[in-house]
C-alpha cells in the first residue's frame, strides 16, 4: 500500500507563517507515515520563490525526518532568460530532486510565464507526474503523463469559487479516462474555494465510476492506495484506444 496525501491551505500573511503553519500539518502526515504530500498552487503571501534550495529548508527537513516525498505547491520563479510557474519535488531524502513547469499558463499568465515543454516522472515512492492547475483542462497532459508510466497524478491548483464545479468534473473526468487516482489540492479562503479532493476509481459490474474525499478548511488527509489494482483496467483501456485511427 502507499499512502497519498494533501494539505489545504488558507490565506497566511507572510511566507514565513505560512511554511510555520504547513510544516506542523506536514509533521502529523509524516507521523501517519504518509509518502507523498501535495499542497496547492500559488499559496505563499507573494507567489514567488527565489532559491528552490533555500525557500523550503523546513519542508526538505521534514521530508528527510519522514521518509515523505513532498510537493510543495507551485510558484513563479524568474531567472535572467524567464519566468516560469513551477512545482518543486523534495524527495525523501530532503533534496530537491526536480521540478515541473506550468505547461499551459492561464489567461493573464500567459503576459509573462514561459510555458514548459515536457511532463515529468517522478519516482520515489511511486511513478508519479505532477499537473499545475490549468493544465488539469488538457488531456493530452494526464494522458502523456500516464503513458510515461505515471501510477498517481498530483494537482498543485489555485481555483477561485466560480470555477470549483468545472474543475471538479476536470478532475474526475482525467481520473476516468486514464483508469488512475488523482490528488488535487487547492487554496481555501475569501476568494478561492477550497474543495481539495483525493479522487480514487471504483469498479463494480466492468462499470468504473470515482470516489471522492474531500475537505474544508485548513487540513491534511492522506489515504491509502493499491496502486497495483489500477494496472489492467488502464492497460484494457490504452489498448481499446490504439484501435482507433
Known amino acids: 500500500m502507499t499512502k497519498l496525501g494533501l494539505i489545504q491551505i488558507t490565506s497566511c500573511k507572510t511566507n514565513e507563517e505560512g511554511i510555520s503553519r504547513i510544516s506542523k500539518l506536514l509533521k502529523k502526515l509524516g507521523q501517519k507515515e504518509t509518502d507523498i504530500v501535495c499542497m496547492p498552487e ?51 531524502d530532503g533534496e530537491i530532486i526536480g521540478k515541473q513547469e506550468k505547461i499551459h499558463p492561464f489567461d493573464y499568465e500567459r503576459e509573462n510565464v514561459t510555458p514548459g515543454k515536457e511532463a515529468k516522472i517522478f519516482n520515489t515512492a511511486c511513478k508519479f507526474g505532477v499537473i499545475i492547475c490549468y493544465d488539469m483542462v488538457f488531456p493530452n497532459v494526464a494522458n502523456t503523463l500516464v503513458k510515461k508510466g505515471a501510477q498517481v497524478l ?41 474543495n481539495s479532493m483525493i479522487v480514487d476509481l471504483t469498479e463494480k ?20 492506495f493499491n496502486l497495483e489494482k489500477y494496472e489492467n483496467t488502464r492497460k484494457s483501456r490504452f489498448s481499446d484506444a490504439k484501435k482507433f485511427q
Open 154 to 194: 498530483f494537482s498543485p491548483s489555485r481555483i477561485v469559487r466560480r470555477g470549483i464545479k468545472p474543475w471538479k468534473m476536470y478532475v474526475q473526468v482525467r481520473a476516468l479516462e486514464n483508469r488512475i487516482p488523482i490528488i488535487a489540492a487547492n487554496v481555501e479562503n475569501r476568494r478561492f474555494g477550497g
Open 205 to 224: 459490474n466492468k462499470v468504473v465510476t470515482t470516489k471522492i474525499h474531500k475537505i474544508q478548511g485548513e487540513v491534511g488527509i492522506a489515504r491509502d
Open 42 to 92: 500559488q499559496w505563499l503571501k507573494n507567489n514567488e520563490i527565489s532559491s528552490l534550495e533555500n525557500d523550503f529548508l523546513d519542508f526538505k527537513k521534514i521530508a528527510k525526518d519522514y521518509s515523505m516525498t513532498i510537493i510543495p505547491g507551485a510558484f513563479y520563479k524568474t531567472s535572467k532568460k524567464k519566468t516560469s510557474i513551477i512545482s518543486p519535488i523534495i524527495g525523501p
